[in-house]
C-alpha cells in the first residue's frame, strides 16, 4: 500500500482506535484527534513521529478549524480524512433533554459537516483525498427508542451522500460506512440514556434501555471491519455506502425493499397532483 496520511476523529476508541493501530503498523502517517489523547501515548511512544495527535472536541467548530488547519499546515498533504467520532443517545423523544438533543446533533451531524468544511479547501486544492464518514445500518434502518440517534445518522448520511456528488470534480471521493454489532465498546461506553417516563414501560421505545448491557452479542469482528474501511480506500470509484455485518446487510435491505413498497404503491395518487396541461 502507498503510504497516506490519515485525519480521524475519535481516534482514541472503537473503530477509530482500531483504524490508527492498524494504519500505524503498515506504516501510515495517522493524525489522531480525541478528547482525551493520553489514551494514545502508547501509541506515540511505539511510533514516535509517525503518529501526529491533538486534542478535539467535534462539537466545537472553532477548535475544529484550528486542528484541521494545523494538521495539513505540520503534515503537508492528508489523504483521508475519517469522521469517527460519535455516540448514540437512547430513549423516547419526549425523555431527552434540550441539551441531550443539542449535543447529540452537535456530535454525530455538526461535527462531521464541519470538519468536511474545514478540510475541503486543502482536498480541493490538492485534487485529491477521500473522506470517510462511520455511520450505522441506523442510518438507514430505525429501531424504536433511537429516534434522536438516528436522526443525527439520517442527517450526516444525506450531507455525506450530497457532498460525493459536489466533491468528485475535484478528485475527492465521499464513503459512507454502515457497520451492524461490533464488539467495540460503543453500546457500554459510547451509549447514553435519558431518565425514563414510566408511561413508556413495556412499549417498544423502553427496548433501548437495556442497550448497555455488555453480555448482549455481536456479529462483526471490530478488527476486520476496521480492515475493510482502510481497505476501501483502495478502491476507485470511491464506494458510496460500505455495509459490514451480515445484520447490517439484512436491516438495511429490509428497510429499503419497504420504503421502496411504500412509495411504488403511490405511482398513480402521486400524479394526481400534476399540474394539468391541455392538448
Not at 482525551?36 to 462539537?59: C, F, H, M, R, S
Not at 434502518?141 to 443525527?152: I, K, R, V, W
Not at 471490530?222 to 474501511?229: G, L, Q, R, S, W
Amino acid at each position: 500500500m502507498v503510504q497516506r496520511t490519515w485525519f480521524i476523529t475519535g481516534a482514541t476508541r472503537g473503530f477509530g482506535r482500531l483504524m490508527t493501530e492498524q494504519l500505524l503498523s503498515k506504516g501510515e502517517r495517522v493524525a489522531a484527534t480525541g478528547r482525551d489523547t493520553a489514551a494514545l501515548n502508547d501509541l506515540k511512544e511505539t511510533y514516535g513521529d509517525q503518529l501526529w495527535t491533538a486534542t478535539l472536541d467535534v462539537t466545537d467548530t472553532a477548535q475544529i478549524r484550528s486542528v484541521v488547519e494545523k494538521a495539513f499546515k505540520d503534515l503537508g498533504q492528508i489523504d483521508v480524512i475519517v469522521n469517527n467520532a460519535g455516540y448514540g443517545l437512547f430513549g423516547a423523544a419526549e425523555e431527552l433533554t434540550d441539551e441531550q438533543i443539542e449535543h447529540q446533533l452537535g456530535t454525530n451531524l455538526i461535527g462531521p459537516i464541519q470538519i468536511l468544511r474545514a478540510a475541503v479547501p486543502h482536498l480541493r486544492e490538492q485534487g485529491n483525498g477521500r473522506i470517510i464518514q462511520i455511520s450505522t445500518y441506523g442510518g438507514q434502518a430505525t429501531n424504536p427508542g433511537a429516534s434522536l440517534y438516528h436522526a443525527s445518522k439520517w442527517g450526516v448520511e444525506g450531507f455525506m451522500e450530497g457532498n460525493a456528488r459536489d466533491l468528485a470534480p475535484f478528485g475527492i471521493g465521499v464513503t459512507i460506512v454502515e457497520p451492524g454489532s461490533a464488539a467495540t465498546g460503543f453500546r457500554v461506553g459510547g451509549s447514553r440514556l435519558p431518565e425514563p417516563i414510566a408511561a413508556y414501560d413495556g412499549t417498544p421505545a423502553a427496548m433501548t434501555r437495556g442497550i448497555q448491557n455488555p453480555a448482549l452479542p455481536s456479529v462483526s469482528d471490530p478488527e476486520k471491519v476496521a480492515a475493510k474501511i482502510i481497505a476501501s480506500v483502495d478502491i476507485e470509484p470511491a464506494p458510496l455506502r460500505l455495509v459490514t455485518g451480515s445484520d447490517s446487510q439484512r436491516y438495511v435491505r429490509d428497510a429499503l425493499r419497504e420504503r421502496l413498497a411504500d412509495i411504488e404503491s403511490q405511482e398513480a395518487s402521486a400524479a394526481e397532483t400534476d399540474i394539468e396541461h391541455s392538448a
